[in-house]
């Protein structure tokens, strides 16, 4: 799958996370996962938890490689290895506590009132804790 990137460098000039730091680069990771053999050879990724899912850098491939989709495999994999950074941990615990990664605050409910805009929705009370909950679960 990965073998047909020619390394146009289309994916890395899409990505909001490689403009904000140029070391993140996604072409460069591609062709880092080429070389290597196994998963023991992976390491931390850093561009891994700056990506944002966006979806431009697959979506633009010339060659189709389903670079997003490789990105959250990868990210899947980092959390069964127990390689989380903390920062992403604290938004989990906040969104298992708020439903959201930053809780609303009171300016902005505020706001929206003023521009006529309904209220932001909220799940249920505990619903996303069990979401989480049954995803630890299968990280295990
Ligand atoms: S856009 Fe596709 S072909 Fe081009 S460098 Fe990125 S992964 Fe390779
Ligand atoms: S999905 Fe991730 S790696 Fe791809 S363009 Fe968006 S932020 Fe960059």
Not at 15 to 20: Q, S
Not at 45 to 54: E, F, G, H, K, P
Request: glycine letters at 4%.
């Amino acid at each position: 799958m990965l073998n047909v990137c020619y390394q146009c460098g289309t994916c890395v000039s899409s990505c909001a996370a490689g403009l904000v730091n140029p070391q993140k680069n996604i072409r460069k990771l591609v062709q880092a996962l080429i070389r290597i053999a196994d998963e023991s050879e992976l390491g931390d990724i850093d561009l891994l938890w700056l990506c944002t899912t966006c979806y431009q850098c697959e979506d633009r491939c010339p060659e189709g490689v389903p670079l997003t989709s490789l990105l959250i495999q990868l990210k899947n994999m980092a959390a069964r290895r127990g390689s989380v950074p903390a920062s992403v941990q604290k938004e989990i615990e906040t969104l298992a506590v708020h439903s959201y990664t930053y809780p609303p605050v009171k300016s902005i409910a505020s706001r929206r009132k003023r521009l006529g805009l309904p209220d932001l929705p909220c799940p249920e009370e505990g619903e996303m804790k069990m979401l989480i909950d049954l995803a630890r679960e299968r990280f295990k």
